[in-house]
């Protein structure tokens, strides 16, 4: 259609050749991080694809997603308009609107300081650091004890399951001041079926781009649709309910400082970002919906990798053995963890970028408004960063003595994000991932169901989930050896 202007001394975008109407999709196919990985090695870190008659940059390689992302930062902090983003949060989400720079920063700023403050805040014991901890040791501590009942009245059961209302628990202690019961089957519902949801989002889902296909009747965008509205109504309830029972002199919880900073804000005249009160609160839905989806993959893959090597999962038994403290330094559980993110990488892409204005990376042109997709499974699996990518060997973030975590090691491993965008839970993931972690492989041994052969293939959304299945688990006795 349109050719756009190359200015003087860059370059076009190389890719491969779209066909008309559908561009690349069949090339890009089911695994998009699979195939785009595949197509870095031949046309390079920065080429371009048309997924429909959109164009969309991808980029690989860890050097040209920092020049990206940190160096050029402003000039790739934008979020694409896509179809199904519009659906989520009512169009208000803070991660995945094309709210303008000024109000998403702002939005940033709010989300981020709530979400420290109430994780940070005192415990109610001294035995407990922070409330992030007491939530999470009390939450593992019931899961522990579930899953043996589970195992004791069904012989078996699914992770996954079980795991996700207790990382909901979690973050709705610090956004809601609630938790609910493994059996709630308001919770369960919803918490339940967050796989449609991550199939939708994810990068290069064609009826993002193609917009006739937006008018064809879809079963994955319908029940995408009801998971949205589902997840509204639940959210918006508990609003309502804060609403009504709201005490400036004792902010309960996330959802209470967001309410109290929308009227402190009505009498501030110097106010500069214009907001509505929804887009204030609606932040919460952002948290809730960030803080259980991620934390849930990232357990039930850690659980499928501990039956996949038992020898790792003796290793980091004994190791934990060895300290009465689960807050000790354990560098073995830490190297076992970076390892889950960068061999899983779960997140195979960051949720799309866009560029915000012209600009240009490695010589070549990029306009303004291009969606950009960044590769974070190519960056994780690439033999230029590490040696045999594809083997699970924790022991390569450790130091050669294998005492100590290879901290320059770890800080090539790309998760979440990086930059403007970077993920505002990052710190909170990995402390929550870290102590659940450590409470279930000190009080459960893991293992496969006799005849159930243990499947790691991903399945492709914007968080990869392992297929649903079932394990088994038994109770350590407290002296073990
Ligand atoms: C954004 C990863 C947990 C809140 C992101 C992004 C990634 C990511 C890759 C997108 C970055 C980009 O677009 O460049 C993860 C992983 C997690 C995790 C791997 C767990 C293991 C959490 C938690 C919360 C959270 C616990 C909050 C409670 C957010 C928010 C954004 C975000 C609000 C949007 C930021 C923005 O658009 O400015 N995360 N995340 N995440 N994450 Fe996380």
């Known amino acids: 259609f349109f050719r756009t202007e190359i200015p003087e001394g860059l370059c076009q975008l190389p890719g491969p050749k779209p066909l008309p109407i559908i561009g690349n999709v069949l090339e890009v196919g089911r695994n998009p991080y699979l195939s785009l990985t595949a197509m870095s090695k031949r046309y390079g870190d920065v080429f371009q694809i048309q997924i429909g008659m959109r164009p969309v940059v991808v980029l690989s390689g860890s050097e040209t997603v920092r020049q990206a992302l940190i160096k050029q930062g402003d000039d790739f902090a934008g979020r694409p ?15 995945f609107s094309t709210d303008q720079a000024g109000v998403w920063r702002a939005r940033r700023k709010l989300a981020y300081s709530a979400l420290r403050s109430f994780s940070t805040l005192e415990g109610t014991t001294p035995e407990y650091s922070c409330a992030l901890e007491e939530h999470v040791s009390k939450e593992a501590e019931y899961l522990v004890k579930q899953l043996n009942t589970v195992m004791e009245t069904d012989g078996s059961f699914d992770p996954f399951r079980h795991i ?8 709705c202690g610090m956004c809601f001041g609630r938790r609910y019961d493994h059996n709630n089957q308001e919770l369960l519902n919803l918490v339940n079926l967050s796989d449609e949801f991550g199939q939708v989002v994810a990068s290069g889902n064609p009826a993002d781009f193609i917009p006739i296909l937006q008018y064809l009747p879809s079963t994955s965008m319908k029940k995408f649709v009801s998971i949205n509205d589902r997840f509204n109504a639940f959210v918006q309830k508990i609003v309502s309910e804060h609403y009504t029972t709201f005490d400036k002199d004792n902010i309960r919880d996330i959802t209470d400082s967001l309410i109290d900073h929308c009227e402190d804000r009505k009498l501030d005249e110097n106010s500069n970002v214009q907001m509505s009160d929804e887009k204030v609160v609606g932040i919460v839905n952002d948290l809730f919906g960030a803080g259980f989806d991620t934390i849930s993959t990232a357990l039930s893959w850690s659980v499928m990798y501990l039956v996949a090597y038992p020898e790792i999962q003796e290793r980091l038994y004994q190791e934990m053995s060895k300290y009465s403290t689960l807050t000790a330094n354990l560098p073995f559980l830490e190297a076992f963890i970076l390892e889950i993110f960068r061999h899983s990488s779960f997140l195979p892409f960051t949720i799309p970028h866009c560029s915000s204005k012209d600009t240009s990376l490695n010589g070549y042109f990029i306009p303004k408004d291009t969606c950009v997709f960044i590769n974070q499974w190519q960056i994780n699996h690439d033999p230029e960063l590490w040696k045999d990518p594809s083997s699970f060997n924790p022991d390569r973030f450790l130091n050669t003595d294998g005492t100590e975590l290879n901290k320059l090691e770890g800080e090539k491993m790309m998760v979440f994000g990086l930059g403007k965008r970077r993920c505002i839970g990052e710190v909170i993931a990995r402390n929550e991932v870290f102590l659940f972690l450590a409470i279930l492989v000190q009080n459960l041994r893991f293992h496969a169901k006799p005849g159930e052969p243990l499947d790691m293939t991903p399945e492709y959304g914007l968080t990869m989930k392992h297929k649903r299945c079932h394990l088994r688990a038994a109770m350590r006795s407290r002296n073990e050896e």
Request: net charge neutral; proline share 0%.
């Open 81 to 95: 308009d896509l179809y199904s983003f519009r659906f989520i949060n009512d169009g208000k989400s803070l991660a």
């Open 164 to 171: 996700v209302v207790s990382v909901a628990n979690v973050i």
